[in-house]
């Protein structure tokens, strides 16, 4: 499966994107906000990367895991996902991480709007979250510009190196985006 936006390819993860998705996740500049921490080896992103590729199979579907591509050069520009709640709420949550050569020039946005449009258009969802630090200034620009209403404050939920973190709760329904 594969989006496209004018720039951008999204295309399911594959065990050949584990490299890529290794160095990404070792920038200290990616690790700011970044639960998970730095792996402490390729094979800990190996193992992540083939808990991702396993969601693609599962029936029924639970997650889609994207790598960010530019169409023009292919070159690798992050990550982004969807992951199914419950059946019957028709709700997900997106997450991304995307790599620093690639902040700023609205890739991100681009990207999300077009997860966002699969989720509501392809996979009729009512409801999809997003999260993030409150610290996190891009990451809240980027959920606001695609239209993301900011619904509450979750007080030190997140471990981020050693400290507990407060967290922001976004989210969009379906009829926001018509």
């Not at 951008?8 to 160095?23: K, M, N, P, R």
């Not at 979250?129 to 900011?150: D, F, P, T, W, Y």
Request: proline share 3%; charged share 20%.
């Amino acid at each position: 499966m594969e989006l496209q936006t004018a720039r951008l390819s999204l295309q399911e993860v594959t065990l050949a994107d584990v490299a890529a998705i290794h160095q990404l996740h070792s920038l200290p500049e990616t690790d700011e906000f970044n639960t998970l921490g730095i792996p402490d080896r390729l094979e800990t992103t190996q193992r992540l990367v083939g808990e991702w590729v396993a969601h693609q199979n599962a029936t029924p579907r639970t997650s889609y895991t994207f790598v960010m591509r530019l169409r023009t050069t292919q070159a690798f520009g992050g990550l982004m996902a969807l992951n199914l709640g419950k059946v019957n709420f028709r709700s997900a949550e997106v997450w991304y991480k995307i790599h620093p050569t690639h902040w700023r020039q609205g890739y991100t946005t681009e990207a999300l709007t077009a997860l966002l449009d699969f989720g509501f258009s392809t996979l009729s969802l009512h409801r999809i979250e997003a999260g993030c630090a409150v610290e996190n200034s891009a990451s809240i620009r980027v959920l606001e510009k695609v239209g993301m209403q900011r619904e509450g404050r979750k007080r030190q939920i997140l471990p981020i190196r050693g400290e507990w973190v407060d967290n922001y709760f976004y989210a969009i329904l379906e009829t926001d985006r018509k």
